[in-house]
């Protein structure tokens, strides 16, 4: 993969996300200079799993897979709004509504509180 794959999606940002986190793999187009320092442009905090450790991203792999199954590839969208707002709705869902066998059927947010953890506040895309 080149890294103006990477790069020409993040163009499309119009807006920034306050405090949003860039999670990727040691792949090259997200290794790029070019890349990260678009990302960093763009206001976000870059963070990568470390090398030859395929288990870091385990639960991004799967909030991701699932993230796909259940928003983008369920329904074909208008606009890009629209899929923004079942993006939106979806996270919330996940961390706030969704119980997780991983977490003994608990809420990431319950489970974060549990643990003295920051709970992660609402995502607001618009």
């Given amino acids: 993969m080149r890294a103006s794959l990477v790069t020409?999606?993040?163009?499309?940002?119009t807006f920034t996300v306050p405090d949003a986190i860039f999670h990727s793999d040691q792949g090259k187009q997200f290794g790029a200079e070019v890349t990260r320092n678009l990302l960093l442009e763009k206001g976000f905090q870059l963070s990568m799993s470390r090398a030859g450790t395929p288990t870091d991203n385990g639960y991004?792999?799967?909030?991701?897979?699932?993230?796909k199954l259940a928003v983008a590839e369920?329904?074909?969208y208008a606009t890009f709004g629209q899929f923004l707002q079942?993006?939106?709705?979806?996270?919330q869902f996940y961390n706030a509504i969704r119980p997780h066998e991983s977490l003994l059927y608990r809420l990431p947010d319950q489970f974060a509180q549990e643990q003295g953890l920051p709970v992660v506040?609402?995502?607001t895309l618009f």
């Fill in 8 to 13: 020409t999606a993040l163009e499309l940002l």
């Fill in 60 to 67: 991004a792999e799967r909030f991701v897979g699932l993230f």
């Fill in 74 to 76: 369920r329904r074909a």
């Fill in 86 to 91: 079942a993006a939106q709705d979806w996270v």
């Fill in 121 to 123: 506040p609402p995502i």
